[in-house]
């Protein structure tokens, strides 16, 4: 028992080519064993690390540019910890008032409370604090960008099929507790710009019927602003929230290594094999020294682009508001439901609804829903059970395609309502135009765009077919002995064919004939009926273009179309 583990693990057993022993000395005493190795293999006896680790340490992971949006959110989340915990040793989470008399001299004398007072010492009295500040922020920033660009890089490729559409739950709920994270650590230096994101976030809950006051008391310990927000804000924003996303992080890798990583479409790439590089040592390495290149990004960034300079705010009161007050980009979506909604609200028996704050509150988590929901919908319908683990070209599913750049054009309509007024600051229009945009844009815009984008996507498709049956344009014209001009066409490799038909084109679900051969009438329910609906939608006629067959390939290069 003992040899067969030392042979299977590589330790020194055989003959060098001298014929000492391996392991041994010139002088065929036994070699001195290096603490190192010792202390190695007195874990491994121990833990069984090497044979855990040998089969994943040379797992393959293919390359292709877009994987690295997914580091970047890892990395940006790492750089989030460790600039959170340097700020979190100097940064004093208490909303009692005292009067500042600091290095920041046109607010000395201004009562505040001792969180913003300590933000401004850590902005200008602390050794490399408005740094750190700067790059904890911009971290943030692009931690939920890269968060929301990766998950549609994945919409769009279809890579939350089959067996990932857990971890598609686990990368939508990451998303969403990034978009409350940034919401409490942006309200903790208790400036007059956070303030105001606070009261409208308060003013919200309070929307929500019978609950909402209960919600607003319990949360802010009583009437806003109140004391005990900012204390209770502090624990969820450095502890609470950051523990759950990490371990959701922590299983969010675990089920990639378990799944194997998707890849592109290509020759020798099947959902059984895949084509790439080693995780140790090539993988490490391209990742450790793309992690310095982030961590360098966001520290230029801290470095020379001033963000979120609470010193020119001044402490919150809630008497004041900021003028051109924004919150950050990603929670613009929500700010821009509330601020085009008409002011509607219904008053009854000494109560008031206040539906043009409560519709649009609620409707964001629904828009949200959609995404997590979808992969679950599209099983649903096509009714494939199978594993997936080569990635969809976005133009080969254009129903897909179009639903995603309408959310992103949804998004982005809301984003111009949630600035209505620094637009039409900037651009000199008239905010109730924006704002009457905005509205109309709502229901107008993502149509078009999913219009526009099919149509885009079933373009494609036609020059693909062309390209695989009639090859490349190459810009050189050639004259026929009879006298006509034609431009030469370069035929393609195989395995540029290859990656351009390996693509399926399977027929929408369909619920058959509702009499069957004996005359008698089927029964078919109203789930399956809408199913043989959406399906059609989807992948139904006029929504794909035929791939080319091997009959027409070979029909065409036999009569030599390809001048």
């Known amino acids: ?48 690390l090497y044979a855990q680790a040998k089969p994943n340490l040379r797992k393959v992971f293919p390359e292709h540019w877009s994987f ?11 750089i989030l910890i460790l600039t959170g915990v340097y700020l979190t ?9 005292v009067v500042y008399n600091g290095s920041y001299e046109p607010l000395n004398g201004v009562i505040m409370t001792r969180a913003y007072e300590s933000t401004l010492d850590i902005s200008f009295d602390v050794r490399g604090g408005l740094l750190i500040r700067q790059i904890h922020h911009w971290a943030a920033l692009v931690f939920v960008a890269g968060m929301l660009v990766h998950m549609m890089r994945v919409f769009f490729t279809g890579a939350f099929r089959k067996p990932r559409e857990v971890n598609w739950v686990f990368g939508w709920t990451l998303l969403m507790l990034g978009l409350i994270t940034g919401l409490t650590g942006y309200s903790l230096p208790d400036d007059l710009l956070s303030g105001t994101g606070v009261r409208f976030a308060q003013g919200a809950i309070l929307s929500v019927p019978v609950l909402g006051t209960y919600l607003s008391f319990f949360l802010f310990g009583g009437e806003f602003p109140g004391h005990d927000i900012i204390p209770r804000f502090f624990p969820i924003h450095v502890l609470l929230l950051p523990g759950i996303m990490l371990g959701l992080v922590v299983v969010h890798l675990i089920l990639v290594f378990y799944h194997k990583h998707t890849q592109y ?17 090539v993988y490490t390495a391209k990742a450790g020294g793309f992690f310095f290149l982030v961590f360098g990004a966001l520290s230029m960034m801290g470095a020379i682009a001033t963000i979120n300079p609470v010193w020119a705010f001044g402490p919150y009161r809630p008497d004041l508001v900021t003028t051109g007050a924004q919150p950050d980009w990603y929670l613009g979506f929500s700010e821009g439901l509330i601020r085009v909604m008409p002011g509607w609200e219904i008053n009854g028996w000494g109560h008031t609804l206040q539906l043009g704050v409560f519709i649009p509150f609620m409707l964001f988590p629904l828009i949200m829903m959609a995404i997590v929901v979808y992969p679950f919908i599209e099983t649903w319908i096509t009714g ?5 683990h080569v990635l969809d070209r976005p133009r080969n599913v254009p129903t897909r395609t179009g639903l995603g750049v309408a959310w992103l054009s949804l998004y982005g309509v809301l984003l111009i309502g949630g600035g209505n007024d620094i637009v039409a600051m900037h651009l000199h229009l008239s905010i109730n135009t924006i704002t009457w945009f905005v509205r109309i844009g709502f229901f107008v815009v993502p149509v078009l765009a999913f219009v526009v984008t099919r149509r885009i996507c079933l373009g494609l498709q036609r020059r693909d077919r062309e390209k695989v049956l009639h090859g490349r344009e190459s810009g050189l014209v050639k004259r026929l002995p009879h006298g006509e001009f034609v431009e030469v066409h370069e035929p393609l490799t195989q395995e540029q064919r290859f990656a351009l038909t390996q693509h399926e084109q399977a027929p929408p679900y369909d619920v058959g004939p509702l009499v069957d051969a004996n005359g008698v009438t089927r029964r078919v329910g109203p789930s399956h009926r809408l ?33």
Not at 16 to 41: F, H, I, M, Q
Not at 68 to 78: K, N, P, R, T, V
Not at 265 to 281: I, L, N
């Open 68 to 78: 690295m949006l997914g580091e970047i959110c890892l990395y940006s989340f790492l």
């Open 265 to 281: 479409p290509g020759p020798g790439r099947d959902e059984k094999s895949v084509v790439g590089m080693p995780f140790m040592p």
């Open 1 to 48: 028992m003992g040899d067969a583990r030392e042979i299977n693990s590589g330790r020194n057993t055989g003959t060098s080519e001298n014929g000492r022993t391996a392991g041994s000395s010139p002088a065929g005493r036994p070699a001195e064993v290096g603490k190192g190795e010792r202390l190695a293999d007195w874990a491994d006896g121990r833990l069984g």
């Open 89 to 97: 040793l100097f940064f004093e989470p208490s909303g009692v008032e």
């Open 531 to 563: 199913r043989a609906r959406l399906a059609r939608a989807m992948y139904g006629p006029g929504t794909q273009i035929p791939k080319p067959t091997v009959e027409e390939y070979r029909e065409l290069t036999s009569e030599d179309h390809h001048h």
């Open 384 to 388: 494939d059970k199978r594993e997936h």
